[in-house]
């Protein structure tokens, strides 16, 4: 089955530092990946959508200064969190869909902690 | 956007029991999906169900689009059911407020 593959499990960093977490699609090509930033005890928050080779397009109040997306290739999309500040502290979840497959995978998210 | 909601917000079981949980959207979504969340955060898809019902095992969804809701049915429920359930409509993923599940032994 399809397989998302979503690394660092778990980061803590620095205020003021950058963050990269990566999304891979370990058995298919995922044409379009998603991010998603879930709180504690609440839903999950679509923050873009990437499609390969091109721009990411943000949610409504999500800044992509901040938040930088590269979707470089069919099985790789980075999330780079910049400058992060305690309140990014937060649950990030990846998810990709393939051409062929019309549901979405998900990666096991990376809980990031600010300090 | 889409408002999704969905009931009851927290349930609690007893291993054995059957329970049902509700997703209602404001507007048509298109298409419907069914996640568990389990307690070390991994999301895994139950179902992809625009309309009608289908099944897997114990669980089983219903999705009536026409009226803009859909059920998921878990039957004979077991400790590893426990988490969360989210319903998402796929057309921009509006996720759900969610269901916390937990059943106990």
């Known amino acids: 089955g399809a397989v998302v593959s979503q690394h660092p499990s778990r980061v803590i960093c620095k205020s003021g530092t950058s963050v990269k977490i990566e999304c891979r699609s370990l058995?298919?090509?995922?044409?379009?990946m998603f991010w998603y930033r879930q709180f504690p005890k609440q839903s999950l928050m679509l923050m873009a959508t990437s499609n390969e080779g091109s721009k990411a397009t943000y949610e409504q109040g999500v800044e992509k200064d901040k938040f930088l997306i590269n979707h470089a290739s069919l099985t790789l999309s980075t999330l780079t969190v910049t400058s992060a500040h305690p309140e990014d502290s937060s649950f990030y979840i990846c998810?990709?869909?393939?051409?062929?497959?019309?549901?979405?995978?998900f990666g096991s998210g990376t809980r990031l902690t600010v300090v | 956007g889409i408002q999704v909601e969905q009931s009851p917000p927290d349930l609690i079981l007893q291993e054995g029991a059957n329970s049902t949980l509700r997703c209602n959207f404001s507007d048509s979504v298109n298409n419907l999906q069914w996640f568990h969340q389990n307690p070390w955060g991994q999301l895994i898809n139950l179902f992809y169900i625009p309309s009608g019902t289908k099944q897997n095992g114990r669980l089983s969804a219903t999705t009536v689009a026409t009226e803009r809701y859909s059920l998921l049915y878990i039957s004979s429920s077991q400790t590893t059911d426990s988490g969360v359930y989210f319903c998402?409509?796929?057309?921009?993923?509006?996720f759900g407020t969610g269901t916390r599940l937990t059943v106990i032994p």
């Open positions: 058995d298919f090509q995922a044409t379009t």
């Open positions: 998402a409509g796929l057309n921009n993923l509006f």
């Open positions: 998810s990709a869909r393939g051409q062929i497959y019309y549901g979405y995978t």
